[in-house]
């Protein structure tokens, strides 16, 4: 869980393209959660990222936040049509 606004800093600017993933993200995350989610690009790969690589995920939810309702609008139609590993994740987006 993010539960804070926080910075998140790229690694490698390269999100997309890390060696290796851990075991644990990959196999064992069911649940993710990010509140105050600003929709930054580093913020978004981070979140692409752990939609792409967690094969066991059942539930996303993202909180937007400081953000005016169009800001917020365009950012959950570019997250909710990001790629998903698992099949059976939803993804709930809230404003």
Known sequence: ???????????????????????????????FEWNYYNGRREEKKLVAFILRTAKRLKTAQISAWDLDSEEKSQILKGLASLHRASKSCKLLLNR
């Open 1 to 31: 869980m993010l539960n804070q606004n926080c910075t998140v800093k790229p690694v490698e600017g390269r999100w997309g393209q890390l060696s290796s993933v851990p075991e644990c993200l990959t196999f064992h995350l069911n649940t």
